[in-house]
């Protein structure tokens, strides 16, 4: 079992309705943590996040909704939540295709989603972390925030943007806190290729060339970028949120880790 040394924390964690943000939620919640659940989906999808995370154990699993391409929506989220001891931003979207025909709402959206949500979200949540000593926000960005790829500018303008403001919070608040209060730290996980539906349509558009064969889709996927040539699961990103939040993480602050099978190495 899970040592549980985040009970009485309170996390939330965006998008954690389906892929790399439940696994966080169900992660944080399996050691203790009071989890917000948040994100889009059905009825059904939100009863079985909050259910997933209170199987895991949190202390609570609760939903907020929030659009976080709307900064009004963000606030209202942000206050119904209150004060955190644990932000994850975790939601986002890609679209794909070359810069000359991405629609510029394409833009706009991933650019409001991916990367304003996250300075909306720590603009409320880092003020009250001073006085506590105690704080982590972990941004969920991408190898794709350390590199590039063709047909993904604003998601690669987004994420690139995520670690450079990452860095910005991880100086202002970098003196707060000490080392048995575990400080104030503000970091970014970049992962190369998840199996989560975000990348799904990428897979299938290989697997079509291969005549619908899923496995040769992802083999050709991860062979052009991922030296590992296997994805990570949901879970394996979620145990690096969980190290990230122990008071021993104190002094690692302001970095983007690379969960990449070797990516950004070549
Ligand atoms: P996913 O599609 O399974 O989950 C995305 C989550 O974001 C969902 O809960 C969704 O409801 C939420 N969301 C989307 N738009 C929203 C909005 N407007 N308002 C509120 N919530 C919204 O995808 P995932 O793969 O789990 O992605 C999670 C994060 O990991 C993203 O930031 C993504 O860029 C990043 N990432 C994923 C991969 C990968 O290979 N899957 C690789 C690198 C980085």
Same mark, same amino acid.
């Given at each position: 079992?899970?040592?549980?040394?985040?009970? /009485? #924390?309170?996390? =939330?964690?965006?998008?954690?309705?389906?892929? &790399?943000?439940?696994?966080?939620?169900?992660?944080?919640?399996?050691?203790?943590?009071?989890?917000?659940? %948040?994100?889009?989906?059905?009825?059904?999808?939100?009863?079985?996040?909050?259910?997933?995370? #209170?199987?895991?154990?949190?202390?609570?699993? %609760?939903?907020?909704?929030?659009?976080? *391409?709307?900064?009004?929506?963000?606030?209202?989220?942000?206050?119904?939540?209150?004060?955190?001891?644990?932000?994850?931003?975790?939601?986002?979207?890609? %679209?794909?295709?070359?810069?000359?025909?991405?629609?510029?709402?394409?833009?706009?959206? &991933?650019?409001?989603?991916?990367?304003?949500?996250?300075?909306?979200?720590?603009?409320?949540? =880092?003020?009250?972390?001073? *006085?506590?000593?105690?704080?982590?926000?972990?941004?969920?960005?991408?190898?794709?925030?350390?590199?590039?790829?063709?047909?993904?500018?604003?998601?690669?303008?987004?994420?690139?943007?995520?670690? /450079?403001?990452?860095?910005?919070?991880?100086?202002?608040?970098?003196?707060?806190?000490?080392?048995?209060?575990?400080?104030?730290?503000?970091?970014?996980?970049?992962?190369?290729?998840?199996?989560?539906?975000?990348?799904?349509?990428?897979?299938?558009?290989?697997?079509?060339? %291969?005549?619908?064969?899923?496995?040769?889709?992802?083999?050709?996927?991860?062979?052009?970028?991922?030296?590992?040539?296997?994805?990570?699961?949901?879970?394996?990103?979620?145990?690096? *949120?969980?190290?990230?939040?122990?008071?021993?993480?104190?002094?690692?602050?302001?970095?983007?880790?690379?969960?990449?099978?070797?990516?950004? *190495?070549?």
């Amino acid at each position: 079992m899970t040592e549980r040394f985040l009970t /009485g #924390r309170t996390a =939330l964690v965006t998008g954690s309705t389906s892929g &790399i943000g439940l696994a966080i939620a169900a992660t944080l919640g399996a050691a203790g943590a009071r989890v917000i659940v %948040h994100g889009l989906g059905s009825t059904e999808e939100i009863s079985h996040a909050e259910q997933t995370v #209170r199987d895991a154990g949190a202390a609570s699993a %609760h939903f907020l909704p929030g659009d976080l *391409a709307d900064h009004v929506a963000i606030e209202h989220l942000m206050q119904q939540a209150g004060p955190l001891d644990i932000l994850v931003n975790n939601a986002g979207i890609q %679209h794909t295709a070359p810069i000359a025909e991405m629609p510029p709402a394409q833009w706009d959206r &991933i650019l409001a989603i991916n990367l304003s949500a996250v300075f909306h979200s720590m603009r409320w949540a =880092l003020p009250n972390r001073a *006085a506590r000593g105690f704080g982590r926000v972990i941004n969920v960005a991408s190898v794709h925030g350390l590199v590039a790829s063709v047909q993904k500018a604003p998601y690669v303008a987004a994420k690139h943007g995520v670690i /450079g403001l990452s860095k910005v919070a991880a100086l202002e608040y970098a003196a707060h806190g000490d080392r048995s209060s575990g400080g104030i730290t503000i970091n970014c996980i970049c992962p190369g290729f998840v199996e989560t539906a975000l990348i799904e349509p990428q897979i299938q558009s290989r697997a079509a060339h %291969h005549g619908g064969d899923r496995d040769a889709g992802i083999r050709d996927l991860l062979g052009e970028k991922q030296p590992s040539l296997r994805m990570a699961l949901p879970d394996d990103i979620a145990a690096l *949120a969980l190290w990230l939040c122990r008071r021993e993480a104190h002094n690692l602050n302001g970095a983007a880790i690379p969960v990449d099978g070797g990516w950004t *190495a070549a």
